[in-house]
């Protein structure tokens, strides 16, 4: 999933048909992790239909907690696909899932970068007001981090955007 989410598609599907030859019948690794795979390297590919295509089979799963990802990761995938196709109406709930469960997610980074998403799916559904509170969310939790971090310095320049 790594390689997939930082632009090494080739290995990254490479690993994943490993994987599935090695573990054909184990329900996490085909209904969870290897979709979770497969939608980032479609997201890669600018596809975002295909990542959420890709994510379908993870549905029942992404409230567990299984032993490659502790994390609601499927729904943050999901709403990166929405917010890619510029629909974010439905990015919302998505990031909002992640936030609603941080048994699950735990200190797993999406946990900060669900509010940064869930910012931008606000902001680009036209709600300033709770875009600009979600921003801040982000912001305050990432006031300890260096600050010269790329991320951090994007989300403070879309946040004054929106004053």
Same mark, same amino acid.
């Given at each position: 999933?790594?390689?997939?989410?930082?632009?090494?598609?080739?290995?990254?599907?490479?690993?994943?048909?490993?994987?599935?030859?090695?573990?054909?019948?184990?329900?996490?690794?085909?209904?969870?992790?290897?979709?979770?795979?497969?939608?980032?390297?479609?997201?890669?590919?600018?596809?975002?239909? $295909? =990542?959420?295509?890709? #994510?379908?089979?993870?549905?029942?799963?992404?409230? !567990?907690?299984?032993? +490659? &990802?502790?994390?609601?990761?499927?729904?943050?995938?999901?709403?990166?696909?929405?917010?890619?196709?510029?629909?974010?109406?439905?990015?919302?709930?998505?990031?909002?899932?992640?936030?609603?469960?941080?048994?699950?997610?735990?200190?797993?980074?999406? $946990? =900060?970068?669900?509010? #940064?998403?869930?910012?931008?799916?606000?902001?680009? !559904?036209?709600?300033? +007001? &709770?875009?600009?509170?979600?921003?801040?969310?982000?912001?305050?939790?990432?006031?300890?981090?260096?600050?010269?971090?790329?991320?951090?310095?994007?989300?403070?320049?879309?946040?004054?955007?929106?004053?």
């Amino acid at each position: 999933m790594l390689l997939a989410r930082v632009g090494e598609t080739e290995k990254a599907n490479e690993l994943a048909d490993v994987l599935s030859r090695e573990y054909p019948l184990d329900t996490l690794t085909q209904n969870y992790s290897l979709p979770i795979v497969s939608a980032a390297v479609r997201l890669q590919e600018n596809d975002p239909a $295909g =990542a959420i295509e890709s #994510l379908r089979p993870t549905v029942k799963y992404e409230f !567990s907690i299984p032993d +490659t &990802l502790n994390s609601v990761y499927p729904a943050y995938l999901r709403g990166l696909a929405y917010l890619q196709m510029g629909n974010g109406a439905l990015a919302v709930p998505e990031f909002e899932k992640v936030i609603d469960h941080p048994g699950i997610v735990g200190r797993f980074v999406i $946990g =900060a970068l669900a509010r #940064l998403q869930l910012a931008r799916a606000r902001a680009m !559904s036209g709600d300033k +007001t &709770l875009a600009k509170k979600s921003y801040e969310e982000f912001l305050d939790l990432w006031r300890g981090a260096d600050l010269d971090l790329p991320i951090y310095r994007k989300a403070k320049i879309e946040y004054t955007k929106l004053e």
